[in-house]
């Protein structure tokens, strides 16, 4: 069903900048989609909230990985006799093995 709905997201004309198409789904959260042909005059804004938290989320995620890796940088920097994030990142950081499910402790398993 994903991949239904993201083929069909709205993507902006180059002729006419506008984003309409028939044929396009809005998300408006909540697993609610609607056909822009039958997007309601309420269905606009909510779409427009819910592609501004999505943004905000993904810049958000983007910034919190940003600073770890200045922060990882920083420490290969002052950690130079470190030669792999794994040794770092237990070594200076005190990252210990979480349980992996149905028992899977090799790194090469996913």
């Known amino acids: 069903m994903r991949a239904f709905g993201e083929k ?38 909510e779409w427009g909230l819910q592609s501004a938290r999505n943004n905000s989320a993904q810049n958000n995620a983007e910034v919190s990985k940003q600073r770890y890796i200045a922060d990882r940088s920083d420490a290969f920097r002052r950690h130079s006799d470190f030669a792999t994030l794994d040794d770092l990142e237990r070594t200076v950081y005190g990252y210990l093995d979480a349980e992996e499910p149905h028992g899977n402790t090799s790194p090469d398993k996913t």
């Open 8 to 45: 069909r997201n709205p993507k902006r004309h180059r002729d006419s900048s506008s984003w309409y198409h028939p044929k396009r789904i809005i998300k408006l959260g909540y697993g609610v989609w609607v056909w822009m042909r039958y997007c309601s005059p309420t269905d606009l804004p």
